[in-house]
């Protein structure tokens, strides 16, 4: 069906509680924070944060990126993905002979890497489906009990056993993301219909909250206040 049946029921209010979880019927998932800040010393920051979540084959994968952008001019990165992704996506692509990108793709994961420069964990992330308490490598996305969402990026160089360029390490942040409006649907009632049912994707944003917290550069920690542009988390697929 085009509707599944864990999105949120119609024309009620959403329930973030229920819905800022994953949903089984999603082949692919996420949620994304973005902040323009301004640092006491008046220095512009933005910050986005995202995690993507997609079933392929009889695996769930995850991918996560960090992002700093200084003064509009200075940009910082982080990607990141699991250990198990590379081999997955290798065992479920088959590219015809005149795919020539999707091939040098599958050489690439064939080696069990990931294409720089994304990094790959050591470890597989923490995407529990009854509680946003993800934690997937530097990256931390949790749900306070007020309802406000804490989204940390570790300034930590990568663990001992990832693979992949250093270049998203030295900087970081830790932010309390404030909800100051209800969450809003997208789309028709919050969908947004794809080429057939398995398409057919559920949104919602929260496009209006407070911001609070630090952001590190190679220099020490800045204190930070200001307003996000847009938070959400989305939902579609199966």
């Not at 995850?62 to 910082?76: F, I, P, W, Y």
């Not at 509680?131 to 969402?149: I, N, Q």
């Amino acid at each position: 069906p085009l509707y599944k049946p864990d999105w949120p029921v119609k024309h009620r209010p959403l329930d973030l509680d229920v819905h800022d979880l994953p949903h089984e019927s999603s082949l692919i998932e996420w949620w994304y924070f973005h902040a323009h800040l301004k640092a006491a010393d008046g220095t512009p920051f933005c910050v986005f944060a995202a995690l993507f979540q997609l079933k392929i084959g009889d695996e769930t994968l995850s991918h996560v990126h960090a992002s700093v952008l200084l003064d509009g001019k200075r940009h910082a990165y982080y990607s990141c993905g699991e250990p198990h992704a590379a081999a997955a996506v290798a065992g479920a692509r088959d590219p015809r002979a005149d795919e020539y990108f999707e091939r040098a793709l599958m050489e690439v994961m064939a080696k069990r890497k990931l294409p720089l420069p994304d990094q790959t964990s050591a470890e597989r992330f923490t995407v529990p489906a009854d509680a946003m308490a993800f934690d997937c490598s530097r990256l931390g996305m949790h749900k306070t009990p007020s309802g406000a969402y804490r989204v940390t990026l570790s300034a930590d160089a990568p663990p001992a056993g990832a693979h992949g360029p250093a270049a998203g390490s030295g900087f970081g942040f830790d932010l309390l993301f404030t909800p100051t409006k209800p969450a809003v649907r997208n789309g028709i009632d919050g969908v947004s219909p794809g080429v057939g049912s398995d398409d057919a994707m559920f949104y919602y944003s929260i496009t209006r909250m407070d911001v609070s917290g630090t952001v590190t550069r190679a220099a020490p920690a800045a204190g930070a206040a200001g307003a996000s542009s847009s938070s959400a988390a989305g939902s579609g697929g199966p």
